[in-house]
T-cell receptor, first 118, second 112 residues
Framework: DGGITQSPKYLFRKEGQNVTLSCEQN?????MYWYRQDPGQGLRLIYY???????QKGDIAEGYSVSREKKESFPLTVTSAQKNPTAFYLC?????????????????FGEGSRLTVL | DQQVKQNSPSLSVQEGRISILNCDYT??????FLWYKKYPAEGPTFLIS?????DKNEDGRFTVFLNKSAKHLSLHIVPSQPGDSAVYFC???????????FGQGTRLTINP
């Protein structure tokens, strides 16, 4: 079945450590996104990528880094520079770069990764 | 600046009654709106959408209404069922833009 796979589902990290969250999709989607969910703040965009080898900062990119070496993969690294990394992280993908809405443009989300900094 | 706002963090509705979830936006350039449903520890799933050329879109028990002059949209669920208990996010976009802007979410609880 096609879908988006995020791993790990739960992750604990010590302060000062970098950690990488995996996101893989087999939907043949061009665009991929990373969102962060915090209580009472909805979903905030961290980074997004419309095509391979290209990505852009979202609204809260500080302390994060990404790569897009393959169409199927969009890993997110939470660096030690991220001041408050404990959150639920969601990866998403969609068809058709440049069109954020529409029946072909809706986002498909993975099940999320919960990161806790100890 | 919160461009998409869901001012009710939570809503409790009796099973079988109508649930109405509200969403306001400030950016008049938004012309496409979506609702997503999210269960705990899972990713959101697409529920229903509406283009700014319409004022209503219906899909089974779910209807979304758009009032462009008030910059307000609402999601109606009727009749409400226990499986509808979840967090609902509204989102908005401009045609050709690269991203969706999400509201804070409303937690809907359907009581038996």
């Amino acid at each position: 079945d096609g879908g988006i796979t995020q791993s790990p589902k739960y992750l604990f990290r010590k302060e000062g450590q970098n950690v990488t969250l995996s996101c893989e999709q087999n939907l043949n989607h061009d665009a991929m996104y990373w969102y962060r969910q915090d209580p009472g703040q909805g979903l905030r965009l961290i980074y997004y990528s419309q095509i391979v080898n290209d990505f852009q900062k979202g609204d809260i990119a500080e302390g994060y880094s990404v790569s897009r070496e393959k169409k199927e993969s969009f890993p997110l690294t939470v660096t030690s520079a991220q001041k408050n990394p404990t959150a639920f992280y969601l990866c998403a993908s969609r068809h058709r770069p440049g069109l954020a809405g529409g029946p072909l443009g809706e986002l498909f989300f993975g099940e999320g990764s919960r990161l806790t900094v100890l | 600046d919160q461009q998409v706002k869901q001012n009710s963090p939570s809503l409790s509705v009796q099973e079988g009654r109508i649930s109405i979830l509200n969403c306001d936006y400030t950016n008049s350039m938004f012309d496409y709106f979506l609702w997503y449903k999210k269960y705990p520890a899972e990713g959101p799933t697409f529920l229903i959408s509406i283009s700014s050329i319409k004022d209503k879109n219906e899909d089974g028990r779910f209807t979304v209404f758009l009032n462009k002059s008030a910059k307000h949209l609402s999601l109606h669920i009727v009749p409400s069922q226990p499986g509808d208990s979840a967090v609902y996010f509204c989102a908005a976009a401009r045609q050709g833009a690269q991203k969706l802007v999400f509201g804070q979410g409303t937690r809907l609880t359907i009581n038996p």
